[in-house]
Structures are given as C-alpha cells and as structure tokens.
C-alpha cells in the first residue's frame, strides 16, 4: 500500500465551481501535514500546512482526519489559475523526510 | 523567502556520460539538502538526504555509486548522475532545509533539472 494515495484526476471543472480533493495515508504515526501545488515542469511549491482543527487561506480550506488518516482541500471560487497538480505531503514519524503522493491534477476551464 | 537554486535547469547527454547538478541556497546556510527525482505523473520520490561535511543517507533501492552526493559546503550540494542511461531521464529537485531541530523543518525547493539522456 502507499504511503500517501491521492486520486489522480484530472477534475475539470469550470470558473468559480468549489472543487475538493481528498488524500489518505497510512502511517498513523505522520505528524505534519501539507498541500503542495505543482504546475507543469516545475517544482512543487508550499500551499499551506494542514492542521488538526482544520485551517483556511482565502478560498483554501484544508482538514484533518486523524482518526480515519486523511486530509482534504477545498478550494472555492475557482480560478483558471488554479489549475495545477495538487501534491498531498506529509512528515515521516521522526524525520524532516517529506512523503508525497503522486498528485490530483486540476483543471478549471473559463 | 529563502531561495534554493539548481543548475543546470535542463541537460541533454549521451548515455554512458556523467551528468553534475548543483544546488545552492543563496541566503540561508542549509544544514541538510534532499535529492527527489519525478518520474512523469508520479510523485516526487527521495533518493538522498545529505548534511554537510558527512555521508549522504541514500533511500533504499537508490545506487549510492551511480548518483554521488556531495554536501561539502552549507550552501552547495551536488548530484552527480555517472554512467547516465535513458531510464535515468528524470526531473531532478533539490531542496534544503535550515535545520536546527523541529521549528526548522520547511523545506525550500529548487526549481529542478530536466535531464534527458539519449
């Protein structure tokens, strides 16, 4: 089993539409987890960090499940440049080692 | 923010050559840097974390004698991809971390080496 599964996508949906994406992992001992965004060709960049309480960021909501191990991202009001790879990352038990998933790619059309 | 660079940001070689890619943070001493490379539509996988002045720690199943880690300064590491063959066309991506206990953990990427090897 993976460390960290994501689905894929791509979700297509167009401007302004609420779009959520789910992750879930399996190592119940993760202690930090992020969202990053990744557009083509380039290197993932920091969106926001994930928090037990659950946090937001402008028209990003991120939550975490501790009890059933995932995390999820809203993003709401869609805007074309969001579309990207959404990349779910977590912190190993002990270590500065980052776990990613493999990403669900989004598209948001005008 | 603090910035990690990588060059070069894109090498073409002939296989059997070796290929150096260096990273460097260019306002913050990193005390540890990480190697990941991205196949295409799949995550970014570890193949090293390296601390400067010591061995790189490699992941299990990456060659520590094919991709050579060197962290010689706390500004500079490098990869260094000998004998490259086509399956080692990847997307190459540092990143570096200030380090000095838990408060330290983010993580700055660079921007990645494209490396096709014909």
């Known amino acids: 089993r993976k460390e960290v599964e994501q689905d894929p996508g791509p979700f297509n949906v167009p401007e302004g539409a609420t779009v959520a994406f789910n992750c879930t992992y399996s190592n119940s001992a993760s202690q930090s987890f992020f969202w990053y965004r990744q557009d083509c060709r380039k290197e993932p960049k920091l969106l926001m960090s994930v928090y037990s309480s659950g946090n937001e960021d402008g028209r990003f909501t991120a939550q975490l499940n501790r009890a059933s191990q995932y995390i999820s991202l809203l993003i709401r009001d869609s805007k074309l440049s969001d579309s990207a790879t959404y990349l779910c990352?977590?912190?190993?038990?002990?270590?500065?080692?980052?776990?990613f998933g493999s990403g669900t790619r989004l598209l948001v059309r005008p | 923010g603090a910035v990690v660079s990588q060059h070069p940001s894109r090498v073409i070689c002939k296989s059997g050559t070796s290929v150096k890619i260096e990273c460097r943070s260019l306002?913050?001493?990193?005390?540890?840097m990480f190697w990941y490379r991205q196949f295409p539509k799949q995550s970014l996988m570890l193949m090293a974390t390296?601390?400067?002045?010591?061995?790189?720690?490699?992941e299990q199943g990456v060659e520590k004698d094919k991709f050579l880690i060197n962290h010689a300064s706390l500004t500079l590491s490098t990869l260094t991809v000998t004998s490259a063959h086509p399956e080692d066309s990847s997307f190459y991506i540092c990143s570096a971390t200030p380090g000095g206990g838990p408060s330290s953990t983010t993580q700055y990427f660079g921007p990645g080496t494209r490396l096709t090897v014909l």
């Open positions: 990352v977590l912190h190993g038990d002990s270590s500065y080692k980052l776990i």
């Open positions: 306002d913050f001493q990193a005390t540890t």
């Open positions: 390296s601390n400067e002045g010591s061995k790189a720690t490699y």
